[in-house]
C-alpha cells in the first residue's frame, strides 16, 4: 500500500489550502484515515482523524478551520485547511490505520505547508 499526498504549498494568513491523500493497493475497509503534521524541531502531532463509518476527531488547535472527509470508494482522504495562520506552518502526512487486531499502519511522504504572516 502507499499513499499519495498533494496539496501543499504557500498561502499568506488568512488563505486556504486542500490536502488530499490517495491510497494505493488494498487496504482493510474498517480503517481510521489521519493527518498529522510537523513543525521543525517538533514532534508530530495528530490533526484530524476519521474513521471508515465517518466519525470525525480535531486537535484543538484547528478545530473550526480544518474539515476532514474521505471518499470511500477512492480509498482516498481530504484536509480542507481554511483560516491558516503562520502556526500551521508544517509538513503534513496522511496516515491510514487498519482498526482490526493485527492491522497495519501507513504513512504518506508528507507534503509542506508554510503560512507567511
Known amino acids: 500500500v502507499q499513499l499519495q499526498a498533494s496539496g501543499g504549498g504557500l498561502v499568506q494568513a488568512g488563505g486556504s489550502l486542500r490536502l488530499s491523500c490517495a491510497a494505493s493497493?488494498?487496504?482493510?475497509?474498517?480503517?481510521?484515515m489521519s493527518w498529522y503534521r510537523q513543525a521543525p524541531g517538533k514532534q508530530r502531532d495528530l490533526v484530524a482523524t476519521?474513521?471508515?463509518?465517518?466519525?470525525?476527531n480535531y486537535a484543538d488547535s484547528v478545530k473550526g478551520r480544518f474539515t476532514i472527509s474521505r471518499d470511500n470508494a477512492k480509498n482516498t482522504v481530504y484536509l480542507q485547511m481554511n483560516s491558516l495562520k503562520p502556526e500551521d506552518t508544517a509538513v503534513y502526512y496522511c496516515?491510514?490505520?487498519?482498526?482490526?487486531?493485527?492491522?497495519?499502519?501507513?504513512w504518506g511522504q508528507g507534503t509542506q505547508v508554510t503560512v507567511s504572516s
Open positions: 496516515n491510514v490505520r487498519e482498526v482490526v487486531p493485527g492491522g497495519r499502519n501507513y
Open positions: 476519521i474513521i471508515s463509518g465517518g466519525s470525525t
Open positions: 493497493g488494498s487496504i482493510i475497509r474498517i480503517n481510521a
